[in-house]
Structures are given as structure tokens and as C-alpha cells.
């Protein structure tokens, strides 16, 4: 069973920055992709970033230019830097991990963006 441990969470202001964890049980190039999903209050969960095997990275329109995915082969750790934060962005974050048509999640970390 995959194991998904997301950390980093917290609070943040607005424009302020934020690392986010997410700690795999295994080796994260057995994954067809990782990714960062991210769920509002009263909200569906959405896509935040997606990395596939090879390295390649899509990123949902309202965090471009402000996210970054990337990850740690020998930690075998995937990252999610945060940075000018908004309010909007306030929600808790999940890591997920695909194996062909298996979705693996975390247990999810808050953020929340507020003054």
C-alpha cells in the first residue's frame, strides 16, 4: 500500500511563501505522475500541479507563475513551492500519486492565507 505524507502546511500572509512536502513509502519514479490537489471549503478538489515520470509539469491557470512542482528522486519526495500567496488559495492541500488507473492520496495539509 502506497503511503502519502504531506507536510508543510500553515499559516501564511498574503504575498508570503510556502513549501509543501509529500513524502512517498516508495520509489516516486514508479508513479506514472504525481501531483498537488488542493480542496476549499464548500469546494470540489481541484488540480493545483501535475509532474509525470519524465519530468514533464502542467500547472492550473490560476497558479502559474506563482507555483512551482518539483521533486527529490533520492528523498523520494515531491514539492509544491508556494509563493505571493493569496487568500484564494486557502485550503487543504493533497498530495496524490498515480499508478495506471490507482489514485493514491494523502491525509492532506492545511493552508491558509489571511492577514
Known amino acids: 500500500q502506497v503511503q502519502l505524507v504531506e507536510s508543510g502546511g500553515g499559516l501564511v500572509q498574503p504575498g508570503g511563501s510556502l513549501t509543501l512536502s509529500c513524502a512517498a513509502s516508495e520509489n516516486i519514479f514508479n508513479f506514472n505522475d504525481m501531483g498537488w490537489y488542493r480542496q476549499a471549503p464548500g469546494k470540489q478538489r481541484e488540480l493545483v500541479a501535475v509532474?509525470?515520470?519524465?519530468?514533464?509539469?502542467t500547472y492550473e491557470e490560476p497558479v502559474k507563475g506563482r507555483f512551482t512542482i518539483y521533486r527529490n528522486g533520492a528523498a523520494n519526495t515531491l514539492y509544491l513551492r508556494m509563493s505571493d500567496l493569496k487568500s484564494e488559495d486557502t485550503a487543504v492541500y493533497y498530495c496524490?500519486?498515480?499508478?495506471?488507473?490507482?489514485?493514491?492520496w494523502g491525509q492532506g495539509t492545511q493552508v491558509t492565507v489571511s492577514s
Open positions: 509532474i509525470n515520470v519524465g519530468g514533464r509539469i
Open positions: 496524490n500519486a498515480r499508478i495506471l488507473s490507482r489514485l493514491h
